[in-house]
């Protein structure tokens, strides 16, 4: 099973490669990686397990953090209606965006960044994606709230960015009149 110490953190080349192309079908070591992956966020937001592991709760996790530079990532979340967002991407791609940004109100952290960097990080407010998932399917969703957060987190990663580079430096909590916040 993945623990922390198998999560680089910032400072790793990795984090600031552009991950590859992820050849379809997946292969089984691709699929076992991604299984491993969606197997962490499950015990790390388990109370039991992530506390005997010492895991930190996480939900989303790019195959860069594990430093395997693929184009792969994990989510899993509930949103604020209990819809539930669980899905493994390969490939992901965003096809059209909106105009409108959003923002998590309380910052974004990241499990390969130690240290909290305070700010908003202003995303796209809602996101139409495409990818496919471990059995080599087409997926096509279309994100808003916080699922749309985390889906940009993830595939910041694969693109070789981390949260805090989108952080004005000079005004951390500067905000454009319409961005939308989610607490
Ligand atoms: O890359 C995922 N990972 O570092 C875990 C944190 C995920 C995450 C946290 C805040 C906002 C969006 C996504
Ligand atoms: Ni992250």
Redesign the pocket.
């Known amino acids: 099973m993945l623990l922390m110490k198998d999560i680089i953190r910032d400072g790793h080349p990795t984090l600031r490669k552009i991950a590859k192309e992820v050849p379809l079908p997946p292969d089984p070591a691709d699929i076992e990686t991604l299984k491993s992956m969606e197997e962490f966020l499950i015990n790390s937001q388990d109370p039991v397990i992530s506390d005997k592991y010492g895991l930190r709760g996480?939900?989303?996790?790019?195959a860069p953090?594990i430093n395997v530079p693929k184009r792969m990532?994990v989510m899993r979340l509930t949103d604020e209606k209990g819809e539930e967002y669980n899905y493994s991407f390969i490939n992901p791609k965003i096809i059209s965006h909106s105009v409108e940004k959003s923002y998590?109100t309380s910052g974004?952290?990241?499990?390969?960044?130690d240290r909290n960097i305070p700010g908003y990080?202003l995303r796209y407010a809602r996101i139409t994606v495409k990818g496919f998932n471990e059995k080599g399917e087409e997926l096509k969703l279309r994100l808003r709230g916080?699922p749309a957060?985390?889906f940009?987190?993830?595939l910041d990663?694969l693109n070789g960015v981390m949260?805090y580079d989108h952080i004005n430096k000079k005004n951390p909590f500067q905000l454009n009149e319409n961005a939308i916040p989610i607490e």
Not at 58 to 62: D, F, I, R
């Open positions: 996480g939900v989303g996790l790019a953090q990532f998590l974004e952290g990241c499990l390969s960044v990080v916080l957060i985390v940009q987190h993830e990663h949260f």
